[in-house]
């Protein structure tokens, strides 16, 4: 399933800013770019499967990409949402377990990949880049925090709430001001931890008090605002 | 010795009643050296770069450090169980995890950009804890690439265990998340003796941990003490039905 194109060069990709990659050299980056891949996956294709030894350390170039963990009767729990300039796969890296979930595309995808003995040669080589991993578990770790506090204690419509912001906040809007992210309704159950008729009515609710507008999947916050209120989130 | 900081700020005088101990301990003597993510670094090394770290008596109930807080260093347990929770909406607590003799706290505080710790300690028991400062740490981190990875890894296994708990919570009964419950005390506090848990956490504790309320814990309490899967006596909880407790937690 994959397509033949130009491997994207470290040195001169944009979503380095900001990565753990944004403390390397140039030579180190070249260097990177000499041994790494780069691989098209189509929309809904499997990256990684939950329990898979990992191999090395995957780097989102463009698109968007769902991390979930497998549940019964189709009810998976998405943990994560990843987009361009991401890491995926780091913490079974460094640990050295299995994977703990899986990543699948939203959308067609380029994503880099980087094998695990230059991954951590580099961490030993670079301890800058050590420290902004460690940030990134960091954050991780305070996200997890807030998610099953948010779990016991929010009910569904919050939860709705605070999930459309969140996918806003990370795949931004497009021309049309819709959110640019093409999830399903399931999709949106998954994130939040219900059922796939719980998330739609809570949608529909959100809809018909005019806080958000749907014309399929495609959904455009109205009143950002009100929105943020009933996520019990501050503006 | 340094003094904490925010100890001598006003704001945090009343939280934090902390005193000194007579006894400074030295890591090459600590009992639970072995224990700590300092184990593959020479007690001796890691003492000799963590000059400035101080020691408190912590008394039982009393907060260690507080959500949103500036994280001006690390706690190391030497002695004693402390209990983390995070302030949901409307105020309300959730205590998600138990740490004992050994344990790091507020590791993720000084990495974190914003450099805030993001969960309240609260003393289970009077306790002890060495406060290392966060440039002494960091400097440890920086000399010793493979305290670096262990960071990593402790940082990994703790982002697993919320992920877990979190997979638990959505997906486990009430019934099935109180034995989730048991088996987290078992495993972070220990075994008294055969069958019996090291330490007895009051009802709104084991609600909070195991994401239920405080009447629907003495309900599901009450039901299985009735079957004889579990004892719960004033000072002591125990497992009887180790089938059961496999059957839900494992």
Same mark, same amino acid.
């Given at each position: 399933?994959?397509?033949?194109?130009?491997?994207?060069?470290?040195?001169?990709?944009?979503?380095?800013?900001?990565?753990?990659?944004?403390?390397?050299?140039?030579?180190?980056?070249?260097?990177?770019?000499?041994?790494?891949?780069?691989?098209?996956?189509?929309?809904?294709?499997?990256?990684?499967?939950?329990?898979?030894?990992?191999?090395?350390?995957?780097?989102?170039?463009?698109?968007?990409?769902?991390?979930?963990?497998?549940?019964?009767?189709?009810?998976?729990?998405?943990?994560?949402?990843?987009?361009?300039?991401?890491?995926?796969?780091?913490?079974?890296?460094?640990?050295?377990?299995?994977?703990?979930?899986?990543?699948?595309?939203?959308?067609?995808?380029?994503?880099?990949?980087?094998?695990?003995?230059?991954?951590?040669?580099?961490?030993?080589?670079?301890?800058?880049?050590?420290?902004?991993?460690?940030?990134?578990?960091?954050?991780?770790?305070?996200?997890?925090?807030?998610?099953?506090?948010?779990?016991?204690?929010?009910?569904?419509?919050?939860?709705?709430?605070?999930?459309?912001?969140?996918?806003?906040?990370?795949?931004?809007?497009?021309?049309?001001?819709?959110?640019?992210?093409?999830?399903?309704?399931?999709?949106?159950?998954?994130?939040?931890?219900?059922?796939?008729?719980?998330?739609?009515?809570?949608?529909?609710?959100?809809?018909?008090?005019?806080?958000?507008?749907?014309?399929?999947?495609?959904?455009?916050?109205?009143?950002?605002?009100?929105?943020?209120?009933?996520?019990?989130?501050?503006? | 010795?340094?003094?904490?900081?925010?100890?001598?700020?006003?704001?945090?005088?009343?939280?934090?009643?902390?005193?000194?101990?007579?006894?400074?301990?030295?890591?090459?003597?600590?009992?639970?050296?072995?224990?700590?993510?300092?184990?593959?670094?020479?007690?001796?090394?890691?003492?000799?770069?963590?000059?400035?770290?101080?020691?408190?008596?912590?008394?039982?109930?009393?907060?260690?450090?507080?959500?949103?807080?500036?994280?001006?260093? $690390?706690?190391?347990?030497? !002695?004693?169980?402390?209990? %983390?929770? #995070?302030?949901?909406?409307?105020?309300? +607590? =959730?205590? &998600?995890?138990?740490?004992?003799?050994?344990?790091?706290?507020?590791?993720?505080?000084?990495?974190?950009?914003?450099?805030?710790?993001?969960?309240?300690? $609260?003393?289970?028991?009077? !306790?002890?804890?060495?406060? %290392?400062? #966060?440039?002494?740490?960091?400097?440890? +981190? =920086?000399? &010793?690439?493979?305290?670096?990875?262990?960071?990593?890894?402790?940082?990994?296994?703790?982002?697993?265990?919320?992920?877990?708990?979190?997979?638990?919570?959505?997906?486990?009964?009430?019934?099935?998340?109180?034995?989730?419950?048991?088996?987290?005390?078992?495993?972070?506090?220990?075994?008294?003796?055969?069958?019996?848990?090291?330490?007895?956490?009051?009802?709104?504790?084991?609600?909070?941990?195991?994401?239920?309320?405080?009447?629907?814990?003495?309900?599901?309490?009450?039901?299985?003490?009735?079957?004889?899967?579990?004892?719960?006596?004033?000072?002591?909880?125990?497992?009887?039905?180790?089938?059961?407790?496999?059957?839900?937690?494992?």
């Amino acid at each position: 399933m994959t397509k033949k194109f130009d491997t994207p060069l470290c040195e001169v990709c944009e979503s380095r800013v900001g990565s753990i990659f944004s403390s390397l050299g140039k030579d180190a980056l070249e260097e990177m770019s000499m041994q790494k891949n780069c691989n098209f996956y189509k929309r809904g294709q499997t990256i990684f499967y939950e329990g898979n030894r990992s191999s090395g350390l995957y780097c989102v170039f463009q698109g968007k990409i769902k991390v979930f963990k497998l549940g019964d009767e189709g009810r998976d729990q998405i943990v994560r949402l990843a987009k361009k300039g991401d890491i995926l796969g780091y913490r079974a890296l460094i640990s050295g377990e299995v994977y703990s979930a899986s990543a699948a595309a939203i959308e067609d995808c380029m994503i880099c990949f980087i094998s695990r003995s230059l991954f951590l040669e580099y961490l030993e080589r670079f301890p800058q880049m050590t420290m902004k991993v460690m940030r990134l578990f960091s954050l991780d770790l305070k996200k997890a925090e807030s998610r099953l506090t948010d779990l016991t204690q929010k009910p569904v419509r919050e939860r709705m709430a605070e999930a459309i912001c969140m996918i806003k906040e990370t795949f931004g809007v497009d021309k049309e001001g819709n959110i640019d992210a093409n999830l399903t309704r399931q999709e949106f159950a998954n994130i939040i931890g219900t059922t796939t008729e719980t998330a739609i009515r809570f949608l529909s609710n959100f809809k018909k008090e005019k806080l958000i507008d749907m014309n399929g999947r495609k959904i455009r916050i109205l009143d950002q605002g009100a929105l943020l209120r009933e996520a019990n989130l501050w503006d | 010795m340094i003094v904490l900081q925010k100890v001598s700020s006003s704001k945090f005088l009343t939280i934090i009643d902390m005193k000194k101990a007579s006894m400074f301990p030295q890591c090459d003597h600590c009992p639970v050296f072995r224990e700590t993510l300092f184990r593959n670094c020479p007690a001796n090394v890691v003492e000799d770069n963590i000059k400035e770290k101080a020691y408190y008596t912590v008394p039982r109930g009393k907060l260690l450090f507080m959500e949103g807080e500036i994280a001006c260093g $690390v706690y190391c347990i030497s !002695s004693g169980f402390f209990k %983390l929770r #995070k302030k949901g909406e409307k105020g309300r +607590i =959730h205590t &998600f995890d138990l740490a004992k003799a050994g344990s790091l706290l507020g590791t993720h505080g000084i990495m974190s950009r914003d450099s805030r710790f993001s969960v309240t300690a $609260v003393a289970l028991k009077n !306790s002890h804890v060495c406060f %290392l400062p #966060k440039v002494s740490f960091l400097r440890l +981190i =920086h000399k &010793f690439p493979d305290f670096s990875f262990q960071m990593m890894d402790h940082l990994c296994s703790q982002i697993k265990y919320m992920e877990n708990r979190t997979e638990n919570i959505y997906k486990m009964s009430h019934e099935q998340r109180f034995a989730g419950t048991l088996y987290l005390l078992a495993k972070r506090l220990g075994w008294k003796e055969q069958d019996i848990l090291d330490f007895n956490l009051p009802k709104k504790d084991l609600a909070e941990l195991s994401g239920v309320g405080e009447k629907t814990i003495s309900r599901i309490i009450g039901k299985i003490r009735e079957n004889g899967k579990f004892r719960n006596m004033a000072k002591e909880t125990g497992i009887l039905d180790w089938d059961w407790f496999r059957f839900c937690c494992l």
